[in-house]
């Protein structure tokens, strides 16, 4: 069993990778509700809705996120009726959001209605929802504090960020089968995502950090960083503004606590050999993910590599103790 943390973009992408070469049915994805939002009155996931079409096969490639071959029909009448259209949904994405809001409205839980909806489109893997409490991703710009989807599509991110913060997440829980698949996962995979506001609020769920520290098998991130700056996206500035440099050291100090294997592209291989010098197993590779092939490779890699230090290693044992010291 592999367990994977994902945000919605490049996780999705690392996803569709996973997909191909291994059974869905052994994947158990940990997805980010940091970027949830209320939407014409629908509850709208984001990532959980990537993860869950690319594991359907309905998401759009081209786009990177809704369905494919959606038509924007509702989104033009919300327009002509003056209702906000920043945010686009399409016509069949927007089934996904009006059966979520009439599941969560007749009482039950996101991860209830996250498999409700993942069985009726046919999703082997198992996706759960971070947590079922309300954990929202704030970003504090000199316009004041705006939710990650307000910063990221309404605004493109072109706001300088002071601060991000998690609100809810101190008394948040971590949704049931959480703390299980991370503990006893063969390898947790941290996906390409942010990790700031993808895989931060995950990281900000009591008890999500613990079972990391604890997890049974081989921790391994893909960075999103490539070259010192996101392959797309906000990452770099963001991990700025949290004090982390946008670099593969960045991301690895991010994740310190638990990391056993960094994967990074080949092109900052001088980088990865400076931060080999720390005792952090880093291992380059392909990681610009464009055709189902690169997607594939790099999961197939990823996999290997986790497999490779299995092999070459030390007692798992070993691991477990080098996370725990570091405990706070
Ligand atoms: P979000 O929920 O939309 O923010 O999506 P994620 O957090 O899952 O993904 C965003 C991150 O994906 C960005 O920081 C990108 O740098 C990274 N990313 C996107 N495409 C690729 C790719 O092909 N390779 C790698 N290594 N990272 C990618």
């Known amino acids: 069993m592999i367990c994977v943390l994902s945000g919605g973009t490049g996780g999705a992408k ?26 014409w009155g629908l509850y709208v996931s984001p990532d959980i809705d990537s993860i869950t079409y690319v594991l359907s096969g309905m998401l759009s490639r081209e786009r990177g996120w809704g369905v494919k071959g959606d038509t924007f029909l509702c989104l033009q009448a919300m327009g002509q009726l003056g209702e906000p259209t920043w945010f686009h949904t399409g016509d069949r994405d927007l089934a996904m959001h009006l059966l979520r809001s009439r599941l969560l409205a007749e009482g039950k839980t996101l991860s209830e209605a996250t498999a409700v909806i993942s069985q009726k489109l046919g999703v082997k893997a198992r996706v759960l929802p971070m947590s079922n409490s309300r954990v929202e991703t704030r970003v504090d710009t000199p316009i004041g504090e705006l939710s990650f989807e307000e910063y990221f599509v309404q605004r493109w991110y072109q ?53 990391l520290l604890h997890a049974r098998g081989k921790i391994a991130a893909v960075s999103p960083i490539v070259g010192n700056a996101p392959v797309a996206g906000p990452a770099g500035i963001l991990m700025e503004a949290h004090g982390l440099p946008s670099s593969i050291a960045g991301v690895a100090q991010a994740y310190e606590d638990f990391l056993d294997i960094l994967i990074c592209d080949t092109r900052d291989s001088r980088a990865a050999e400076a931060l080999r010098q720390t005792g952090l197993r880093v291992q380059c590779t392909q990681t610009i993910m464009r055709s189902a092939e690169d997607k594939a490779a790099l999961a197939r890699e990823t996999l290997s590599f986790v497999t490779a230090s299995l092999l070459r290693e030390e007692p798992a044992s070993d691991t477990s103790f080098r996370r725990l010291d570091r405990q706070p």
Do not use: C, Y
């Open 14 to 39: 690392f996803v569709d990778g996973l997909r191909q070469v291994m059974p869905a049915e052994e994947i158990t994805l940990v997805v980010n509700t940091g970027d949830d939002l209320l939407w």
């Open 159 to 211: 706001d300088p960020v002071k601060s991000v913060r998690f609100a809810g997440a101190s008394d948040a829980e971590p949704a049931p089968g959480v703390i299980d698949a991370i503990t006893n996962a063969d390898a947790v995979l941290i996906a390409p995502s942010n990790p700031v506001t993808s895989i931060g609020p995950i990281l900000a769920v009591p008890g999500i950090h613990d079972a």
